[in-house]
């Protein structure tokens, strides 16, 4: 089941959950149909979809495909009819969620794979009241589900194995990376964990021996930044020295004897439930939900793009999506576009966080920018996935970058691409990037870029389509005026 199979998702429950799923769907040019009695659904997932498109402007910045269409169903039945895959984020209540499933059953065609988002609730009894058990599957997010890539799938008595990699093989086009629970078990597998350390961190206040903010530190200092690349097994198998797990476990497995944790959790007294709720009203101080939500998405951004230079756990995840989204975008019609002009290929937004302490945009943000203008010069030439396995491509080996104009958060930035000359190994561009506003020629970027052989990985030429595109261009553009700024050198003279 690729990406593009799934034209249309019918969505039952838009909370915190269902509304993430609307976000990551249509993100990916996914039509959504979503079905809930709140009548604020609309202002709830809207909110939900400009903090999803926010984040991923900033992870994959202008590789999404086109939007896809929101539409608010008047019932279940309405929202799944013509559904290709649909997803249930119910309340966590089995007999609701059976009553709705059966429902959800009745409406679809057979072949739909039903995902439904509880987060412990067993498949088995879930499915029990529908004619098509086998299509049911968990497939169970983590919040924010538009940023975070896991998903638990587990399947019922009677859930299908195509039934499972169907639902797998969905999740992982949108972004996703999936983890099949082997056995049906209560909680799954990551929010067993959870509840374990939930359920220590309430005694620990319980006792009085840390504030909920103490405890958290505890994490986001310590083992939180550990747990974000490698698991607990992975990190006290290095935490044995060159002998390994089994010198760990020798070393610290008579701790596993000692009082140190209590599983079994303290009964949520009033008194308990005041301190907690005290102690996170003072830790959040002044942030409301939606500045938090914010801050947790700006670093959950800079791990995952931390990850993905190391191409490394999520950030792997993360860099595979990226590649996908460049293979699967279309290029531009050349019919469409005047060759014979300086390309107009790539447009952003500044965002706040591109602004220094000028109020301007910082100096390397210009870079990204003329950097991702280059990546869309190259994609509009045919320089696609296969390409890059296959062939290599042009690589940027020198910059000139002029500053003429200030930009300031919210600014359009609109860049233009003129060929100066290419050959069969290198390709001479240079960029203008102007403000939407006004028109106004805020930078330039000089460029050189080398094309190098997947082969060899040292420069060789361009081959196929896009070798014969670059010609075409160069030849198209040959004469253009050379615009002002061409040739420049950095001198007092």
Known sequence: MAAHSIARAGLVGGGVIGAGWAARMLLNGIDVAIFDPDPEIERKVQTVLAAARRAWDKLVPGALPAQGHLRLASSVEDAVADADFVQESLPEREDLKIAILARIDAATRPDVVIGSSTSGLLPTRLQSGMAHPERLVVGHPFNPVY??????????????????????????????????????????????????????????????????????????????????????FLIYRMAGGEAGMRHFLAQFGPALKLPWTKLEAPELTQELIDAVAAQSDDQAGDMTIRALERQRDDCLIAVLSGLRG???????????????????????????????????????????????????????????????????LLRHIG??????????????????????????????????????????????????????????????????????????????????VPAARMAELATAQADLPVPDGAGRRISLG
């Not at 359920?199 to 994490?219: F, K, M, Q, Y």
Request: with cysteine.
């Open 147 to 232: 940023l975070l890539p896991l998903v638990e799938i587990c399947g019922g008595a009677q859930t299908s194995t195509q039934t499972r990699d169907r639902a797998a093989a969905f999740y992982s086009a949108i972004g996703m990376h999936p983890l099949h629970v082997r056995k049906e078990i209560d909680g799954f597998i990551a929010d067993r964990l959870l509840e374990a350390l939930w359920r220590e961190a309430l005694w620990l206040v319980n006792d009085g021996v840390a504030t909920t903010e103490e405890i958290d530190d505890a994490i986001r200092f310590g083992a939180g930044l550990r747990w974000s690349f490698m698991g607990t």
């Open 310 to 376: 190391q191409d490394y756990g999520a950030g792997q995840t993360l860099a595979s999506y990226a590649r996908r989204l460049m293979e699967q975008a279309p290029a531009p019609l050349a019919s469409s576009i005047d060759e014979g002009r300086p390309l107009a290929l790539h447009a952003t937004d500044v965002a706040p966080e591109w602004i220094d302490y000028n109020g301007h945009m910082t100096e390397h943000r210009y870079l990204q920018v003329f950097g991702d203008t280059t990546d869309a």
């Open 383 to 464: 320089v696609d996935a296969a390409y890059l396995a296959q062939a290599g491509s042009w690589f940027t080996v020198e910059t000139h970058i002029r500053h003429l104009g200030e930009t300031h958060a919210g600014d359009r930035l609109v860049a233009a691409t003129q060929i100066l000359g290419a050959d069969a190994k290198r390709a001479h561009v240079f960029h203008s990037l102007f403000r939407g506003s006004d028109g106004q020629l805020v930078a330039t970027a000089e460029q050189m870029l080398l094309h190098v052989s997947k082969d060899t990985g040292r420069a060789g030429p361009a081959t196929g």
